[in-house]
């Protein structure tokens, strides 16, 4: 090799790597690290600000100012479109999505998308909405749902202060639990035909053959909950509510936790039953929420992914007496040792909200 040819060749390298790095960086994920736009290790603290109707400009002021450095806004297809006309979607969704962004960039705060709500798939106990199992097996209302991925993903391609998209929430299959790893992967490679840079949160599976597990009392192992995924820009994500008996007593959606409970309680012995495994027993405590925050901590690590809890927290009535800070300190304690990501739910919310919880307020701020 000449002398020449070596000055090209070095100088062609040098063009390659400034042209790799123009632009605008995202947040990625290498394997169980989750990096910033700057390309430096960064850890999800955020909190949920509602779905695209209810946020205001105050919400992400206020959420900035205690520390939190994500928001977690959540999607739902009614918002885009309409039974009647599936595929032509809303430009007031649009709208909104962009606004939250411009709000997340001025105040510095990451973003993540989180469909909360598709066609066909109502797996939760409300009063006013009926179970609704239909996406699992009706490909009309699969199409709609990898549409709208396709059309999101597409319109934000290129925005880096979104950090990704939670692909769909709290699923629970009409059939065996394998029906959310075949839509998922489905989801997977839709939104990546139009977008390689933003990371997806990926949850697991709450039940199967339309039962949900805080119904049943059956929960389901990690590794059979959450599903296989094929790429290499993705989070692991689930909910933590441990236990629904207490962070949602009195919640007026929920006639089967209609009484009042404590936190710890050294009477209540939980049975805690995973399928296919002998039941154990704990006393409900700190004990039994790293135990069960454990059971997927563990499954991340194997499988050399992040892990994101996307929504935790507690009734407000819990902070009276019910022994609400002591929960909030130990899961967030939990939270910090076995090293996972998280959002609170929520900032602004007639039933979980801190924005007028002082307590609530200091205990996160202070893991902040």
Not at 29 to 45: C, E, L, M
Not at 51 to 66: K, M, V, W, Y
Not at 326 to 346: A, M
């Given at each position: 090799?000449?002398?020449?040819?070596?000055?090209?060749?070095?100088?062609?390298?040098?063009?390659?790597?400034?042209?790799?790095?123009?632009?605008?960086?995202?947040?990625?994920?290498?394997?169980?690290?989750?990096?910033?736009?700057?390309?430096?290790?960064?850890?999800?603290?955020?909190?949920?600000?509602?779905?695209?109707?209810?946020?205001?400009?105050?919400?992400?002021?206020?959420?900035?100012?205690?520390?939190?450095?994500?928001?977690?806004?959540?999607?739902?297809?009614?918002?885009?479109?309409?039974?009647?006309?599936?595929?032509?979607?809303?430009?007031?969704?649009?709208?909104?999505?962009?606004?939250?962004?411009?709000?997340?960039?001025?105040?510095?705060?990451?973003?993540?998308?989180?469909?909360?709500?598709?066609?066909?798939?109502?797996?939760?106990?409300?009063?006013?909405?009926?179970?609704?199992?239909?996406?699992?097996?009706?490909?009309?209302?699969?199409?709609?749902?990898?549409?709208?991925?396709?059309?999101?993903?597409?319109?934000?391609?290129?925005?880096?202060?979104?950090?990704?998209?939670?692909?769909?929430?709290?699923?629970?299959?009409?059939?065996?639990?394998?029906?959310?790893?075949?839509?998922?992967?489905?989801?997977?490679?839709?939104?990546?035909?139009?977008?390689?840079?933003?990371?997806?949160?990926?949850?697991?599976?709450?039940?199967?053959?339309?039962?949900?597990?805080?119904?049943?009392?059956?929960?389901?192992?990690?590794?059979?909950?959450?599903?296989?995924?094929?790429?290499?820009?993705?989070?692991?994500?689930?909910?933590?509510?441990?236990?629904?008996?207490?962070?949602?007593?009195?919640?007026?959606?929920?006639?089967?936790?209609?009484?009042?409970?404590?936190?710890?309680?050294?009477?209540?012995?939980?049975?805690?039953?995973?399928?296919?495994?002998?039941?154990?027993?704990?006393?409900?405590?700190?004990?039994?929420?790293?135990?069960?925050?454990?059971?997927?901590?563990?499954?991340?690590?194997?499988?050399?992914?992040?892990?994101?809890?996307?929504?935790?927290?507690?009734?407000?009535?819990?902070?009276?007496?019910?022994?609400?800070?002591?929960?909030?300190?130990?899961?967030?304690?939990?939270?910090?040792?076995?090293?996972?990501?998280?959002?609170?739910?929520?900032?602004?919310?007639?039933?979980?909200?801190?924005?007028?919880?002082?307590?609530?307020?200091?205990?996160?701020?202070?893991q902040l």
């Amino acid at each position: 090799m000449t002398h020449k040819l070596a000055i090209w060749i070095l100088l062609l390298m040098l063009m390659t790597s400034l042209a790799s790095s123009s632009g605008p960086g995202f947040y990625h994920v290498q394997g169980k690290t989750i990096f910033n736009q700057s390309g430096k290790p960064f850890r999800i603290r955020g909190i949920g600000l509602g779905d695209l109707h209810s946020f205001t400009e105050d919400d992400f002021r206020g959420s900035a100012r205690l520390g939190f450095n994500t928001i977690s806004l959540l999607l739902d297809w009614s918002s885009f479109y309409s039974q009647e006309t599936p595929y032509t979607y809303e430009q007031e969704a649009w709208s909104r999505v962009d606004q939250a962004i411009a709000l997340a960039r001025h105040y510095k705060l990451g973003l993540i998308l989180q469909m909360c709500g598709s066609e066909g798939a109502q797996f939760i106990p409300l009063k006013r909405a009926p179970f609704d199992f239909r996406i699992w097996n009706d490909g009309e209302l699969q199409k709609r749902f990898l549409a709208l991925w396709h059309a999101i993903a597409a319109r934000y391609s290129t925005e880096s202060q979104l950090i990704g998209y939670g692909l769909f929430c709290e699923p629970v299959t009409s059939g065996p639990i394998g029906q959310w790893q075949q839509l998922a992967q489905r989801a997977v490679d839709t939104i990546r035909q139009v977008d390689r840079s933003h990371i997806l949160f990926v949850e697991r599976a709450y039940g199967e053959h339309e039962t949900r597990r805080e119904l049943s009392g059956i929960d389901y192992a990690p590794d059979e909950s959450f599903p296989t995924i094929k790429d290499n820009n993705f989070v692991y994500q689930f909910y933590f509510f441990e236990r629904d008996e207490y962070t949602h007593q009195f919640a007026p959606w929920r006639p089967d936790v209609q009484k009042a409970v404590k936190y710890p309680d050294p009477n209540w012995r939980i049975t805690y039953k995973e399928k296919g495994a002998k039941p154990r027993t704990f006393l409900f405590d700190k004990h039994y929420l790293d135990f069960y925050l454990r059971r997927h901590t563990e499954f991340a690590k194997r499988h050399n992914a992040p892990l994101l809890i996307w929504a935790f927290g507690q009734m407000k009535r819990c902070f009276d007496g019910q022994g609400g800070d002591r929960w909030l300190r130990d899961v967030t304690s939990i939270f910090e040792q076995q090293g996972v990501h998280w959002s609170y739910s929520d900032f602004r919310d007639d039933a979980f909200g801190i924005s007028d919880v002082p307590a609530a307020q200091q205990i996160l701020t202070r893991q902040l």
